[in-house]
């Protein structure tokens, strides 16, 4: 039979974090203790609805408002922080953030990407997407205010960049120079775009149709 050791979890200590007002927006969440890289901080809990009832549920709001509890989980989920929420709905964005949210099993959990230091705030990358009806000042109403020095000054994913047509000759299929090197970047790119599928993915629709100050604390 397998030795049992002594549980891991240590009662008493103090939790990882707290929630209190923030230099960046409203409150936000601070470390308390030293959060080492990969831990899971917390899960991103609420209520899970559709978009049509997330839509519905904030359909009065202010179109120049940005403050949403809203989190997309697919195209068919969305979880409002706002209703039944825990303390994740009160973490900010940040450009240059510490924590990273995953998707696992529909379910979203917010994860260190560094070693966090106690009183440090946490922040993932919103990756709020941007929409062909947005209007000229979207990057004015969802200005960011996270400080960081690489601030990209939006909490709207970067515009994408007009896409310039290679002058270079494309290498050759067979080419033995080129096999290993063509092999490991597609493997790399099939990583991002997994990496892509697994973070925050907040549309503008649900991120306009949030409802400001969301549930009271
Ligand atoms: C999930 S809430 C985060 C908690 C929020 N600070 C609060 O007190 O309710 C998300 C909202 O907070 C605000 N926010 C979060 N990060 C921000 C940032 N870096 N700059 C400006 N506003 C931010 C935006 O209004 C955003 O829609
Ligand atoms: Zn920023």
Redesign the pocket.
Known sequence: MAKQGPSKKRPGRRPLFEVRH?P??????FALRRIRKGTTVTEYLGDRVSHEEADARYEDKDPD???????TVDSKTVID?GVGGND????????DPNCESTTINKRIFVEAIRTIQPGEEL?YD?Q?ERDPEDPPNVDEI??????AAK?RGS?LVAPKKPRKKSLRKPPARDSKRTTKKAKKKSRSRVRAAERRSVTRRETRRT?RV?K???AAR
């Open positions: 923030s960046v927006h409203g409150y936000g969440v408002d940005n403050h949403t509890f809203l989190f922080g994740a709905r009160f973490i900010n964005h940040g450009c922040a919103y709020i969802f200005a960011c205010r996270c400080g601030c909490m991120a949030a400001r100050g969301g």
